[in-house]
């Protein structure tokens, strides 16, 4: 499996290069006023309106803790957009239908990009008990490579298949 | 292969469809006019009956096959004029169309639909009138009946079709194939006449008569004829048939007809049951055509005027040839359907160039307009970019230009492609309507106007619902019993109209009927019954109110439930529906009249008008619609325009109280410059807080403090100018308070996001000009989420009215002057001929009798000091000892005749300001009252009073007239003119109401007398011309009126004395009022 991979803080994240449709630079957003705090809001990219997930509100992480990873250089953020349930159909149903179970148009912000990696499916293991940061729903597994952890996101938790009515839709 | 049938059979439904909706239509016209109906509307329904029922065949649908060869049996009797359309065939008509459309709707089920009761009823009919079919209905044969004959048939017949479909002129060469005798039109010229106008074909039939016996075969002839009358018309026999309808003997015992019928030879093969080869067509000569066919022009409506045309026009040769193609292709024809359709087809026929249309799915619709819309931001934004450069490169203006123009009218074009006539949804109410009107034994007639108006695909889409409703309410409710109709005097058939037409940009659709209308005072009652409204706001409630309560929840006018209507569900359904739609209900209606329901729709949802705001630094869309104005505040005027009714912020906007929203803060979002999130609003509220607190405590002495109104230095220097926009939701208006109004826009309304879904403030998105993302608002949710009590309001605002009113009169022009004792008083300028500030060296003091002098100027003036006066002293009295000021001033009243001065240590401030006066506060003889201007007490004193109470009233006011017991009205809008009035009034003697408006003053007019009316002539509401207008049709019609106003011209005058009144007088000027009662007690 192809991995695209982000850094996030000082974790290391990636997803299925399959459900990510494109990647740029952080660009003005609109926030949504009542809405849950880790959706940042709402970018305009093309015509389609994607909501955007910051990723460390989503995983809990305290202003200090957020402090702490991002150290003090300012951060260029980049925003990861998604593939929608009907883009990745096109490719798998059964990725889409297990991986990909949102409608609406959604975007990640991290860090910073890192490569992509070629992540044979075996070495995926079961995520450590000790790792910090984020928690075990949203992990799919993890690959040690090189001296780092890569951290394989479940993003269908990400997106909130369970908290969100407009994102459990499963398209039969 | 599977797939195909499929597509067939949903081409099938679809096709069937069409046809069902144009047959309605057509049965009700049939019910309606009956034996007078258009012949072209019946062989309208004939053909679409038929062609369902052909289709049906070809698909082995029997029970779609078998129901709809019954209806097309029966169409046929009527067709033939052999039953004649009474109200009992177009019943059985309808209720087989119902069961036909169930079937259709649900095809693959179809065969399991119990049609017989339709279908025994229709045959009983048939029966009755002893025409049953002979024959049982044809017996499947699917595949291979109605499609396909030409494949199975012999080469001669296979020729007669085809060669009539392509060039008439050689199909009579080649028709009769192996007759020895062909039937010849030209002998038939009346028939062929109908036929062309009618559609119709000839065909030459061959039956085998068998039969031995003249008798038998006479039977047989006759029943097969019938048979085929029931689709044609039998024109002629080879061999001519024998007087009394004998069948003489037959040669090969072949007995030819020479049949029109408008079907087409496999549809007729189809229903004489004969062998293909046995029916051949007889085309008409094109000689025949072009003499008799009619004129083809396009503009011949109606089928009665052909024909009256026709005979010398022998021109339009390649249209006549046009004209007969089609003469074999009647199914194509029948698809368009409907007298309307027809009509339209006779146009097109002539006419090479036919309009065409595509089905296109709506999905492949909706992205086209996601792009357009797309396209309209792309280019707005290279608008901008290109902007700069523009100037340096011409060719680079030209192109940004055309594409500009070109997204435009790309973006027009693509939204008028998802528009659709109302009719969509109208078409359906006529037999609603019918079907209503016999249910509950009444006359109703149904106008529908402006079905062709256009309405977004989605508007239209939620359309049907609240308006079926409203018709049913209207059958239901409205229009009376036809006998109790006739009892008062209105025609026995209500009359219903509905119409839908274009205004301001909006559709309306308007629902007329002349039926019972709407009792306001049993809604009155019946919503306090139900806990709706308190009786003391009903008694407030307009008319206009009332009427919209029928739109509240839970509330069902009907006097008993009926299955009809009257479920206490319904109207507020109505309501909330168009208003989702983004539209409005309006309401109206006369008892014993009618009723007018007047629904404003927008064209599209797709694009909404809106405006641009901003609230703590984001930006948000606000639908126009519902957005009745937009105030703003200055900052200066914050603390008087906004104040503090049940702990919530209103905005006192003209004679209500508006119950205030701060968006930013209703949202919850945070200022970002820092201070903490806390926003003017809130900072006001605090202060305000406190500034009760502190006033409660300072209540105990002697400062009056009549409003909550806070002290404007408390907030103004927290606060910004601020907008409110005005708006209506479901007939209750708050003030949305927003930051700052940016920008009108036409907006590109998109879904919102599933995951701001919670969010109920939010409708939908839209994307900018400058390509970033805003919300748009949604009123209702506000509301919800502002928890905005309206009711609590009310009650509030009734209370707070008095206050309102006052703040928002007349301002004054005031003098505020200083006594030697610090007491503040006011007097208002045009009471004051002239201040002169005076050196104390120049003037000389002189007490005589113990009355001051001063000489001054050479002038000698009596002096009075006011607090004296009024027996008021401030801090010490000093005289000539207040201060240092070698200055002091004087006043000299504009009172003619009167060398008096009003002694004042200095002038204070010389202002416009509101005086809201306090008459309790206070009280002394002289004293109109208090008021707080500028956080200081100001005592108004009455001049002229003054002047009395010191023993120096000139003479010509004490020639007291006597109006002792006299009872008098004033009416003003400014609080303090109107005491002022009163008092004089009440010196004089008069027993004085106030009124503050004209409105008010001409309630009080109706129901009680008076002796005079003194009136302002500017008020709100009503002014005071306006009043004396009203006033001859009370029961003051005597009673004289002098108008007061501030500024008296001649014009004014003549206007006040040509509007009834006695004159005109200035406001505050005693004298003039007084002297102008005198002439009158004398007259």
Same mark, same amino acid.
């Given at each position: 499996m192809l991995v695209s991979t982000f850094h996030l803080g000082n974790?290391? !994240?990636?997803?299925?290069? %399959?459900?990510? &449709?494109?990647?740029?630079?952080?660009? *003005?957003?609109?926030?949504?006023? @009542?809405?849950?705090?880790?959706?940042?809001?709402?970018?305009?990219?093309?015509?389609?309106? !994607?909501?955007?997930?910051? %990723?460390?509100? &989503?995983?809990?992480?305290?202003?200090? *803790?957020?402090?702490?990873?991002? @150290?003090?250089?300012?951060?260029?953020?980049?925003?990861?957009?998604?593939?929608?349930?009907h883009e990745v159909m096109r490719i798998s149903r059964r990725l889409a239908d297990t991986q990909c179970t949102w409608e609406d148009p959604v975007g990640l912000v991290v860090d910073r990009l890192g490569d992509v990696r070629n992540v044979p499916d075996d070495h995926i293991l079961p995520p450590p008990a000790n790792l910090r940061g984020i928690s075990a729903p949203f992990i799919r597994g993890v690959v040690r490579i090189e001296k780092e952890l890569l951290v394989i996101l479940n993003i269908a938790k990400i997106f909130g298949a369970d908290e969100h009515p407009g994102g459990s839709a499963v398209d039969g | 292969m599977a797939e195909e049938d499929e597509e067939l059979l949903a081409m099938f439904v679809q096709e069937s469809t069409e046809h069902l909706?144009?047959?309605?239509?057509?049965?009700?016209?049939?019910?309606?006019?009956?034996?007078?109906?258009?012949?072209?509307?019946?062989?309208?329904?004939?053909?679409?009956?038929?062609?369902?029922?052909?289709?049906?065949?070809?698909?082995?649908?029997?029970?779609?096959?078998?129901?709809?060869?019954?209806?097309?049996?029966?169409?046929?009797?009527?067709?033939?004029?052999?039953?004649?359309?009474?109200?009992?065939?177009?019943?059985?008509?309808?209720?087989?169309?119902?069961?036909?459309?169930?079937?259709?709707?649900?095809?693959?089920?179809?065969?399991?639909?119990?049609?017989?009761?339709?279908?025994?009823?229709?045959?009983?009919?048939?029966?009755?009138?002893?025409?049953?079919?002979?024959?049982?209905?044809?017996?499947?044969?699917?595949?291979?009946?109605?499609?396909?004959?030409?494949?199975?048939?012999?080469?001669?017949?296979?020729?007669?079709?085809?060669?009539?479909?392509?060039?008439?002129?050689?199909?009579?060469?080649?028709?009769?194939?192996?007759?020895?005798?062909?039937?010849?039109?030209?002998?038939?010229?009346?028939?062929?006449?109908?036929?062309?106008?009618?559609?119709?074909?000839?065909?030459?039939?061959?039956?085998?008569?068998?039969?031995?016996?003249?008798?038998?075969?006479?039977?047989?002839?006759?029943?097969?004829?019938?048979?085929?009358?029931?689709?044609?018309?039998?024109?002629?026999?080879?061999?001519p048939l024998a007087s009394g309808g004998a069948v003489p003997s037959l040669p090969g015992n072949a007995l030819r007809l020479l049949v029109s019928t408008v079907l087409t030879a496999d549809l007729l093969q189809d229903i004489v049951q004969l062998k293909p080869q046995a029916i051949q067509t007889v085309a008409i000569p094109s000689a025949l055509v072009n003499k008799l066919a009619p004129p083809v022009p396009v503009s011949?409506?109606?089928?009665?005027?052909?024909?009256?045309?026709?005979?010398?026009?022998?021109?339009?040769?390649?249209?006549?040839?046009?004209?007969?193609?089609?003469?074999?292709?009647?199914?194509?024809?029948?698809?368009?359907?409907?007298?309307?359709?027809?009509?339209?087809?006779?146009?097109?026929?002539?006419?090479?160039?036919?309009?065409?249309?595509?089905?296109?799915?709506?999905?492949?619709?909706?992205?086209?307009?996601?792009?357009?819309?797309?396209?309209?931001?792309?280019?707005?934004?290279?608008?901008?970019?290109t902007s700069s450069f523009v100037a340096q490169s011409p060719h680079l203006a030209s192109l940004v230009q055309s594409i500009d123009s070109v997204t435009s009218r790309i973006h027009g074009k693509v939204m008028q492609a998802r528009m659709q006539p109302v009719n969509v949804v109208f078409n359906k109410f006529p037999r609603i309507v019918r079907d209503l009107a016999l249910k509950l034994g009444k006359k109703i007639d149904l106008e529908v106007r402006g079905g062709d108006v256009e309405l977004d695909k989605s508007v239209i889409e939620h359309l049907s619902d609240p308006l079926t409703h409203m018709i049913r309410n209207v059958a239901d409710h409205a229009i009376e019993l036809p006998k109790d109709r006739v009892a008062i005097g209105k025609p026995e058939s209500g009359k219903v109209e509905l119409a839908a037409y274009h205004e301001n940009g909006m559709?309306?659709?308007?629902?007329?009927?002349?039926?019972?209308?709407?009792?306001?005072?049993?809604?009155?009652?019946?919503?306090?019954?139900?806990?709706?409204?308190?009786?003391?706001?009903?008694?407030?409630?307009?008319?206009?109110?009332?009427?919209?309560?029928?739109?509240?929840?839970?509330?069902?006018?009907?006097?008993?439930?009926?299955?009809?209507?009257?479920?206490?569900?319904?109207?507020?359904?109505?309501?909330?529906?168009?208003?989702?739609?983004?539209?409005?209900?309006?309401?109206?209606?006369?008892?014993?009249?009618?009723?007018?329901?007047?629904?404003?729709?927008?064209?599209?949802?797709?694009?909404i008008p809106a405006m641009i705001v901003s609230a703590g630094k984001l930006r948000f869309a606000i639908p126009e619609i519902g957005l009745i104005e937009i105030v703003r505040v200055a900052e200066t005027d914050l603390a008087k325009q906004i104040q503090m009714v049940c702990d919530a912020p209103v905005l006192s906007l003209r004679h209500t109280l508006l119950p205030l929203v701060d968006l930013a803060s209703t949202l919850g979002i945070e200022t970002q410059d820092g201070d903490g999130g806390i926003r003017w609003m809130d900072v006001w509220l605090r202060q305000h807080t406190q500034q009760q607190k502190t006033n409660a405590a300072a209540n105990n002495q002697s400062v009056p403090?009549?409003?909550?109104?806070?002290?404007?230095?408390?907030?103004?220097?927290?606060?910004?100018?601020?907008?409110?926009?005005?708006?209506?939701?479901?007939?209750?208006?708050?003030?949305?308070?927003?930051?700052?109004?940016?920008?009108?826009?036409?907006?590109?309304?998109?879904?919102?996001?599933?995951?701001?879904?919670?969010?109920?403030?939010?409708?939908?998105?839209?994307?900018?000009?400058?390509?970033?993302?805003?919300?748009?608002?949604?009123?209702?949710?506000?509301?919800?989420?502002?928890?905005?009590?309206?009711?609590?309001?009310?009650?509030?605002?009734?209370?707070?009215?008095?206050?309102?009113?006052?703040?928002?009169?007349?301002?004054?022009?005031?003098?505020?002057?200083?006594?030697?004792?610090?007491?503040?008083?006011?007097?208002?300028?045009?009471?004051?001929?002239?201040?002169?500030?005076?050196?104390?060296?120049?003037?000389?003091?002189?007490?005589?009798?113990?009355?001051?002098?001063?000489?001054?100027?050479?002038?000698?003036?009596?002096?009075?000091?006011?607090?004296?006066?009024?027996?008021?002293?401030g801090n010490g009295y000093g005289g000539e000892s207040s201060g240092d000021d070698d200055t002091f001033c004087m006043v000299v009243p504009a009172i003619s005749g009167l060398q008096v001065g009003l002694m004042f240590s200095r002038i204070v401030d010389t202002m416009e300001a509101y005086i809201d006066l306090d008459t309790h506060v206070i009280q002394a003889d002289g004293l109109f009252g208090t008021a707080r201007i500028d956080g200081r007490l100001v005592l108004f004193p009455d001049l002229n009073r003054l002047f009395q109470l010191a023993d120096i009233m000139p003479a010509s006011v004490d020639a007291p007239v006597d109006y002792d017991g006299m009872k008098a009205l004033v009416v003003d809008d400014t609080p303090f003119l109107r005491i002022v009035t009163t008092t004089y009034l009440k010196q004089a003697g008069f027993q004085v109401e106030q009124a503050e408006d004209g409105m008010i003053a001409s309630q009080r007019l109706k129901n009680t007398p008076y002796d005079l009316v003194v009136t302002d002539i500017n008020m709100p509401v009503m002014d005071g011309l306006e009043l004396a207008k009203e006033i001859p049709s009370t029961l003051n019609a005597e009673t004289p009126i002098i108008a007061t106003t501030s500024f008296i011209s001649s014009d004014l005058v003549t206007r006040c004395v040509r509007a009834g009144m006695v004159g005109c007088v200035p406001s505050t000027d005693k004298f003039r009022l007084l002297n102008m009662l005198a002439t009158l007690k004398r007259v």
């Open positions: 974790i290391y !994240i990636g997803v299925d290069i %399959l459900l990510v &449709r494109e990647i740029n630079r952080s660009m *003005e957003y609109t926030p949504i006023p @009542g809405s849950p705090d880790y959706i940042r809001g709402m970018l305009n990219i093309r015509g389609r309106i !994607i909501t955007l997930f910051d %990723l460390k509100r &989503r995983f809990s992480w305290t202003r200090e *803790e957020v402090a702490r990873q991002e @150290g003090k250089e300012p951060l260029k953020q980049y925003n990861v957009i998604m593939k929608t349930h | 909706e144009n047959i309605e239509p057509n049965l009700l016209i049939l019910e309606e006019r009956g034996a007078a109906t258009d012949p072209e509307i019946i062989n309208s329904l004939f053909r679409g009956v038929h062609s369902i029922k052909g289709s049906a065949g070809f698909f082995g649908l029997t029970a779609i096959s078998k129901l709809s060869h019954t209806m097309e049996n029966l169409l046929g009797k009527v067709r033939d004029k052999s039953i004649e359309p009474t109200s009992e065939v177009s019943d059985s008509l309808l209720s087989a169309l119902d069961k036909l459309k169930t079937m259709v709707h649900d095809v693959i089920n179809s065969e399991a639909v119990d049609a017989s009761a339709e279908v025994a009823t229709i045959l009983g009919i048939l029966e009755r009138s002893g025409h049953a079919v002979p024959s049982a209905p044809p017996p499947p044969k699917p595949a291979e009946a109605a499609p396909a004959p030409a494949a199975e048939a012999t080469p001669a017949a296979a020729a007669a079709p085809a060669a009539a479909a392509t060039a008439p002129a050689a199909a009579t060469a080649v028709a009769p194939s192996g007759a020895s005798d062909p039937f010849n039109l030209e002998n038939f010229v009346g028939a062929v006449t109908d036929a062309l106008k009618e559609n119709r074909k000839f065909f030459d039939v061959r039956l085998e008569v068998t039969q031995e016996d003249e008798k038998e075969r006479k039977e047989f002839v006759n029943q097969f004829c019938q048979l085929v009358e029931s689709v044609g018309s039998v024109i002629d026999f080879k061999p011949k409506p109606t089928v009665a005027e052909v024909v009256e045309a026709e005979p010398t026009r022998a021109v339009a040769k390649p249209k006549a040839n046009t004209y007969s193609a089609r003469l074999v292709k009647p199914r194509a024809d029948a698809g368009s359907g409907g007298s309307a359709g027809r009509t339209e087809d006779k146009a097109k026929a002539g006419q090479p160039t036919v309009e065409e249309t595509l089905r296109v799915s709506v999905a492949l619709l909706d992205e086209l307009i996601n792009m357009a819309g797309e396209l309209v931001l792309t280019r707005n934004q290279l608008i901008r970019a559709v309306n659709i308007a629902l007329i009927d002349d039926g019972a209308g709407i009792d306001s005072e049993r809604i009155k009652t019946k919503a306090i019954e139900k806990g709706l409204i308190t009786e003391s706001r009903a008694a407030e409630m307009s008319e206009e109110e009332l009427l919209d309560l029928i739109f509240a929840p839970g509330f069902s006018m009907a006097k008993k439930v009926s299955d009809v209507s009257g479920r206490g569900v319904g109207m507020d359904v109505v309501r909330t529906n168009i208003e989702k739609l983004r539209g409005t209900v309006h309401i109206a209606s006369k008892v014993g009249k009618g009723t007018r329901i007047i629904l404003k729709l927008p064209l599209t949802l797709a694009i403090k009549r409003t909550s109104r806070p002290p404007g230095h408390s907030i103004s220097h927290y606060s910004q100018a601020i907008y409110v926009m005005v708006i209506n939701v479901s007939g209750n208006t708050f003030g949305l308070v927003v930051d700052d109004v940016l920008d009108s826009e036409e907006i590109v309304v998109k879904p919102l996001p599933s995951y701001a879904k919670d969010t109920t403030c939010f409708s939908a998105v839209t994307i900018l000009g400058d390509g970033s993302v805003a919300s748009i608002i949604d009123y209702a949710g506000i509301v919800e989420k502002a928890k905005i009590n309206f009711s609590s309001l009310e009650a509030a605002s009734a209370d707070m009215e008095e206050v309102t009113r006052a703040a928002l009169r007349e301002k004054q022009n005031i003098i505020l002057l200083e006594t030697p004792s610090g007491l503040v008083m006011g007097i208002v300028n045009n009471m004051v001929s002239r201040v002169e500030v005076i050196q104390r060296g120049n003037c000389r003091m002189e007490n005589i009798n113990h009355q001051s002098y001063m000489h001054y100027n050479g002038v000698s003036f009596h002096i009075l000091y006011p607090d004296q006066i009024l027996g008021l002293e």
